[in-house]
């Protein structure tokens, strides 16, 4: 999948919230390695520098369009350009945060005590995901990739929702933690501008269908769904669009 920074970027007020959320929830203590996974464009990796100035923070990304960004974006971090998936870090790290990243990777259940295990004891594991996967958004995207003549290119993308219950992901942190967080905060985003909700997935979600596709199916495609979601989240009566999104947090302390 290939990413656009710039179109990620157009919500960046809306997506930066959540990762600034889950920055604050860490508590203080002395840190002096930090890795940011899926560390996208480095707005939010320029945060954790500031807050920890004196620790080495490491960016790992799978993107080289984002990696390229980041490096103009937080120069002073150091950038490492891996796939989260197959990511085996030299040392164990003081804090190791994921904004918005980890519900690309599958296999959860392996996956974060996986992490934890990368964590220094005593140590933070702080995750935020989206789980807005049950909402007309996403819904709309398979249901547009599952009634068209690109079915047969888009039906192995249709998946279930990649984020588990916060109970799932309690079940397996809290007994490797001492103390351990998790919480659910919906966002009611307000947007601006012509149907920004397909904007909103096609910096996310609808891009891998995207990428799938070629030509007039690719058109076509994006302007099916534009029309379903723009529908399902009409403009209100001062031609803003209201767009609630679910975000799943953890904030996980590794056992002494």
Same mark, same amino acid.
């Given at each position: ?7 990620? *970027?157009? %919500? ?16 203080? %203590? ?8 899926? @560390? ?59 904004? @918005? ?9 392996? *996956? ?9 004891? #005593? ?11 049950? @909402?007309?958004?996403?819904? *709309? ?6 009634? #068209? ?43 601006? #501008? ?18 799938? *596709?070629? #030509?007039?199916?690719? @058109? ?22 209201? %767009?609630?999104?679910?975000?799943? %947090? ?7």
């Amino acid at each position: 999948m290939v990413w656009n920074p710039q179109q990620y *970027l157009k %919500f960046s007020g809306h997506r930066l919230r959540p990762a600034v959320d889950l920055l604050m929830r860490i508590p203080d %203590f002395p840190v002096r390695r930090v890795a940011d996974l899926g @560390a996208g464009a480095g707005n939010v990796t320029k945060l954790i520098k500031e807050r920890w100035p004196d620790a080495v923070v490491a960016g790992v990304e799978g993107s080289a369009e984002m990696v390229a960004a980041g490096k103009k974006a937080a120069p002073e971090v150091e950038w490492l350009h891996q796939d989260l998936g197959s990511w085996k870090p030299a040392h164990k790290y003081d804090v190791i945060y994921s904004n @918005a990243a980890l519900h690309w990777l599958s296999d959860h259940k392996r *996956l974060f005590p996986s992490l934890m295990e990368k964590v220094e004891p #005593g140590g933070i594991l702080a995750v935020q995901m989206p789980r807005n996967f049950s @909402a007309p958004s996403h819904l *709309l995207i398979a249901e547009t990739a599952l009634n #068209g003549p690109w079915r047969s290119q888009l039906k192995h993308l249709v998946t279930p929702p990649p984020v588990e219950e916060p109970g799932f992901y309690h079940s397996l942190l809290a007994p490797r933690s001492e103390n351990i967080d998790i919480w659910e905060t919906e966002y009611l985003q307000i947007l601006e #501008g012509d149907n920004p909700v397909k904007e909103w997935t096609k910096g996310t979600w609808l891009t891998r269908y995207l990428d799938t *596709l070629q #030509g007039d199916d690719k @058109a076509a495609f994006e302007a099916a769904y534009g029309e379903r979601v723009a529908r399902a989240y009409p403009r209100n009566s001062a031609g803003q669009t209201l %767009f609630p999104f679910r975000r799943l %947090f953890i904030v996980a302390q590794r056992k002494a």
